[in-house]
Nanobody, 116 residues
Framework: QVQLVESGGGLVQPGGSLRLSCAASGFTVSRYAMSWYRQAPGKERELVATITGIDGGTNYADSMKGRFTISRDNAKNTVYLQMNNLQLEDTAVYYC?????????WGQGTQVTVSS
């Protein structure tokens, strides 16, 4: 059974940091393009970052470059999103996604709230 389970969300002050985790089961993350998306209230879901399956290359949305880092631990079959210098506008539900040519998997999401 395929599952993506996100964790690590919570409440943080502006300028703070969080690390999100996405634990996968039922497939191998190193063979998929793994991404983090986010959706703020009243807004469309947007791509945050991607790590490719073959070479582990990374891509980021422009507003996250330099603040967010996506990484992968193949032994744990887990993908991470390190988020630094969080701002109010980073408040959203963050979703993990695994995609191949044939499959597209989503986690249930984890809430990140940035507030003073």
């Amino acid at each position: 059974q395929v599952q993506l389970v996100e964790s690590g969300g919570g409440l943080v002050q502006p300028g703070g940091s969080l690390r999100l985790s996405c634990a996968a089961s039922g497939f191998t993350v190193s063979r998929y393009a793994m991404s983090w998306y986010r959706q703020a209230p009243g807004k469309e879901r947007e791509l945050v970052a991607t790590i490719t399956g073959i070479d582990g290359g990374t891509n980021y949305a422009d507003s996250m470059k330099g603040r967010f880092t996506i990484s992968r631990d193949n032994a744990k079959n887990t993908v991470y999103l390190q988020m630094n210098n969080l701002q109010l506008e980073d408040t959203a539900v963050y979703y993990c996604n695994g995609r191949s040519s044939w499959y597209n998997y989503w986690g249930q999401g984890t809430q990140v709230t940035v507030s003073s």
